[in-house]
């Protein structure tokens, strides 16, 4: 038998004989596991987002359960109706409607089997539309009475909105909730499930600012981000499993929004020369350029619409002409701090006619005051800008920001809701672009491009 010293003797001398003979074998085995090791720990979310199969979409805002974004709603959920491309209501919750009471009620019926996604029932109290002048009464479980206090044609178009209720159940969607994490009330990730076979799941991450997504795409937590800076997506060109589409976001508007109560900017001759100041080849790079507020995919569009003109030369003669009595005054333009590039330019180039202006930032969803406002507006899905542009909506709260009036405007929006035909609303609506080009409430700029980084 060895004793303690022999035995390690011997087990030493066979380690020495060992690395003697196999050493180099020794050291390259093991620089080959260490550099396989870092490369696996690198490589892990790609692999581990190739064996789950899974979307993971990163936003930015601050979104709560209560109010997801709308991408997330239209996933997990349905409205009574939808409306197509080309303006068709189809029922989707509902199974039918008719007018009652000379068009002053509408009568929907729901389809049976309706469940929440929880697998509860649905019924006609679970209706929470919620629209100024409209009362919702419920008849039975599946027969809800909206009373209008006057007739509106194009009523059901509203109602295409998802219907979502605590905490995120749909109706008839194509995914349904699964995990939700949630700070402070805020929305930090939400996974999405799949109610159809062979759908992908689909997780959301949600991130403060666009600098925070970027940079959650590069360490891999995130599969999917959109932006609309350029200069951003140029750097992902060239990052081989990573694919980049550029699309128009037809859903908003870069506008300038005039202040109608101005004695100086009411005058067509002045909106003229704003428009005309402004260089559009530079707006270019930015997003496409618009020719009025109903947008060149909507089946009202009108075709004909006249191009904007830069014109600086004549811009600055209508100017100097206009504002004698004026000249000291200095225009109040307000915006947002995230449109600076943009204000910026717009500035230089009204400044340059003549116009004596300063750029102003607001941190609010509205200014109390402005002359000119730069700001995004939300397009309407549906033709129908009463809201925004008929003189009725002139009043803290509505939508007519600028006090536009316009007895031309204001006869074809309200002939354009008037009627559930296509035909008569789509020629009201070509009437109505041509009356706001001749005398517009506000510069229509551009629909902005957005970049859409995905790994392949």
């Given at each position: 038998m060895f004793g303690r010293k022999q035995f390690f003797r011997y087990y030493y001398w066979l380690i020495i004989e060992f690395f003697k003979k196999n050493g180099k074998l020794?050291?390259?085995?093991?620089?080959?596991?260490?550099?396989g090791i870092i490369g696996f720990l690198s490589l892990f979310p790609?692999?581990?987002?190739?064996?789950?199969?899974?979307?993971?979409?990163?936003?930015?805002?601050?979104?709560?359960?209560?109010?997801?974004?709308?991408e997330i709603k239209t996933k997990i959920s349905n409205g009574l109706v939808t409306v197509t491309e080309k303006g068709m209501i189809i029922p989707v919750i509902a199974n039918s409607w008719e007018e009652r009471e000379g068009g002053t009620i509408y009568r929907f019926h729901l389809k049976d089997g309706l469940l929440w996604s929880d697998g509860k029932k649905f019924s006609g109290n679970d209706i929470g539309y919620q629209f100024k002048d409209v009362t919702t009464k419920v008849v039975d479980d599946k027969t809800v009475d909206f009373v209008l206090k006057k007739k509106l044609a194009i009523f059901p178009t509203y109602l295409n909105r998802p219907l979502?209720?605590?905490?995120?159940?749909?109706?008839?969607?194509?995914?349904?909730?699964?995990?939700?994490?949630?700070?402070?009330?805020?929305?930090?990730?939400?996974?999405?499930i799949p109610n159809i076979k062979d759908q992908i799941p689909?997780?959301?991450?949600?991130?403060?600012?666009?600098?925070?997504?970027?940079?959650?795409?590069?360490?891999?937590?995130?599969?999917?981000?959109?932006?609309?800076?350029?200069s951003i997506a140029d750097t992902f060109s060239n990052w081989?499993?990573?694919?980049?589409?550029?699309?128009?976001?037809?859903?908003?508007?870069?506008?300038?929004?005039?202040?109608?109560?101005?004695?100086?900017?009411?005058?067509?001759?002045?909106?003229d020369a704003l428009s005309m100041a402004i260089d559009y080849k530079k707006l270019s790079e930015f997003g496409e350029i618009a020719r009025g507020p109903i947008p060149p995919v909507s089946w009202a569009y009108n075709p004909n619409l006249k191009r904007a003109i830069f014109d600086q030369d004549n811009a600055?003669?209508?100017?100097?002409?206009?504002?004698?009595?004026?000249?000291?005054?200095?225009l109040n333009i307000v915006t947002y701090y995230d449109y600076y590039d943009v204000a910026d330019i717009i500035s230089q180039e009204f400044g340059a006619i003549g116009l004596n202006?300063?750029?102003?930032?607001?941190?609010?969803?509205?200014?109390?005051?402005?002359?000119l406002f730069i700001a995004y507006w939300k397009v309407p899905v549906d033709p129908d800008q009463y809201y925004s542009w008929h003189s009725?909506?002139?009043g803290l709260g509505k939508g007519n920001i600028g006090n536009y009036k316009d007895v031309k405007v204001d006869k074809y929006l309200e002939q354009g809701r008037e009627s559930i035909n296509l035909d008569d609303r789509q020629q009201n609506y070509f009437e109505f672009q041509k009356a706001i080009q001749d005398d517009p409430p506000a510069i229509f700029l551009y629909y902005p491009y957005v970049y859409t980084i995905k790994r392949k």
């Open positions: 020794v050291i390259v085995s093991f620089f080959v596991s260490f550099i790609y692999i581990k987002e190739a064996l789950n199969k899974e979307e993971i979409i990163g936003l930015v805002g601050n979104y709560s359960v209560n109010n997801p974004p709308d979502i209720k605590y905490p995120l159940l749909g109706v008839a969607g194509f995914y349904k909730t699964g995990k939700i994490i949630t700070d402070q009330g805020s929305l930090k990730e939400v996974s999405l689909l997780t959301y991450k949600f991130y403060n600012n666009e600098s925070s997504l970027v940079n959650a795409y590069k360490k891999g937590e995130v599969t999917e981000i959109t932006i609309t800076k350029k081989g499993n990573t694919t980049i589409q550029k699309k128009v976001d037809y859903t908003k508007l870069l506008t300038i929004f005039i202040n109608g109560k101005d004695a100086l900017l009411s005058r067509k001759n002045v909106k600055t003669q209508i100017i100097k002409k206009e504002n004698d009595s004026t000249q000291s005054a200095k202006n300063g750029l102003n930032f607001s941190s609010f969803d509205q200014p109390n005051s402005f002359d009725t909506q002139i």
